[in-house]
């Protein structure tokens, strides 16, 4: 990237962002054209702020104006299959990446006096879950039989509430250690219709693992999810080794687990050079937080040392991101 190409990238992300959460995206998705008098009216919109951000929007290439009237061009169009990037890496991040520098210099620290917008980073993983990853799960999980699901950070369990409606007579448990996303979860079930049947819960997966924490129906478990988690299970290099033997322990009815995650960019790899969407923001944001990211070869050797089979490696719509289909064995 040239500096202009830095520069115009970064204001673009934050207008893509800033239409998004204005609902512009969704609106010519379905309408295929807006009018700006209309929709600043409808929305409460200071007009001059509103105009502006289509005026930048219209200088990257993502918009076309004719008068009041605004249409998405194709790359418009397309970056709607992208835009839960820009959701968490704009809003969820924003933060993080503004204060490298008191970061290296040891001034601020992640969790401290340093943080995320988790309801970003939720948002965003549920856009690019819907956008691009939801139908290769689907297909996955079409050939395993199961009576009880259980996801592991599981967010505000949309994932598990969608999968045991799809799947009459099952059960569900969506494990995360936010209070918030659980509280949110007990909505996600509820939407579903499927109170008493998808179980959120608060707790610490590690101490689950590590602690001898117990979650009722925890052990009738016959799959065992995750996605975009086991990086932070692994956090710690002096319990990572165990991670995976405690996983199958706390879990001894599971035949099968699925666990997903973005790994390390392969520097060697060969293509056209071009470096895709999310995978430079993904690695940044983990080293500001200190939290360290594996290849997809150190996921793999360390599932197989902790007794698991891999069964195959499924590409997982973003760049670099796997679910790894694992057998108990
Ligand atoms: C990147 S989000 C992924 C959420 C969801 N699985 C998805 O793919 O949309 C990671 C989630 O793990 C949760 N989490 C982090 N550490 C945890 C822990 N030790 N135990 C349980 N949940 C945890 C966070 O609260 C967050 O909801």
Redesign the pocket.
């Known amino acids: 990237m040239n500096p202009d190409t830095a520069f115009n990238g970064y204001i673009c992300a934050n207008v893509l962002h800033g239409l998004e959460r204005l609902g512009v995206f969704e609106l010519l998705r379905d309408e295929k054209s807006l009018d700006m008098d209309r929709f600043c009216e409808t929305n409460g919109l200071d007009s001059a702020v509103f105009r502006a951000l289509v005026g930048a929007a219209e200088s990257f290439g993502y918009l076309d104006v004719r008068g009041a009237q605004v249409r998405a061009t194709s790359v418009g169009e397309d970056v709607a299959r992208y835009l839960g990037f820009f959701t968490w890496g704009v809003g969820g991040y924003h933060d993080i990446f503004a204060s490298a520098a008191p970061v290296a210099r040891g001034e601020r620290r992640f969790g401290v006096d340093l943080h995320r917008d988790e309801g970003m980073?939720?948002l965003g993983?549920?856009q690019a879950?819907t956008a691009l990853m939801r139908h290769i799960l689907d297909e996955e999980i079409a050939g395993i039989d199961f009576r009880t699901l259980v996801d592991?950070?599981?967010?505000v369990s949309e994932r598990v509430s969608r999968l045991v409606k799809a799947r009459p007579g099952t059960r569900g448990i969506g494990?995360?250690?936010?209070r918030p996303?659980t509280e949110l979860a007990r909505d996600t079930v509820a939407g579903y219709g499927l109170a008493g049947t998808v179980e959120p819960v608060c707790?610490?997966?590690?101490d689950i693992l590590f602690n001898g924490q117990e979650i009722d129906g925890g052990d009738a478990a016959d799959v065992v999810m995750s996605?975009?988690?086991l990086h932070?299970l692994l956090a710690a290099p002096e319990r990572r080794e165990e991670v995976v033997p405690r996983l199958r322990k706390a879990f001894p009815r599971a035949h099968t687990f699925l666990l997903a995650d973005t790994t390390i960019r392969p520097r060697n790899e060969e293509g056209d050079g071009r470096l895709p969407v999310f995978s430079s923001g993904f690695e940044l944001a983990h080293a500001l937080m200190g939290v360290p990211l594996h290849t997809r070869e150190e996921y793999e050797e360390l599932f197989e040392r902790g007794g698991m089979k891999l069964r195959r490696s499924v590409p997982f719509g973003a760049p670099h991101t796997y679910l790894f289909v694992l057998e108990a064995s």
Do not use: H, K, P
């Open positions: 980073v939720a993983s549920a879950d592991l950070g599981a967010g494990i995360d250690i936010s996303a707790a610490d997966v590690l996605f975009m988690f932070d």
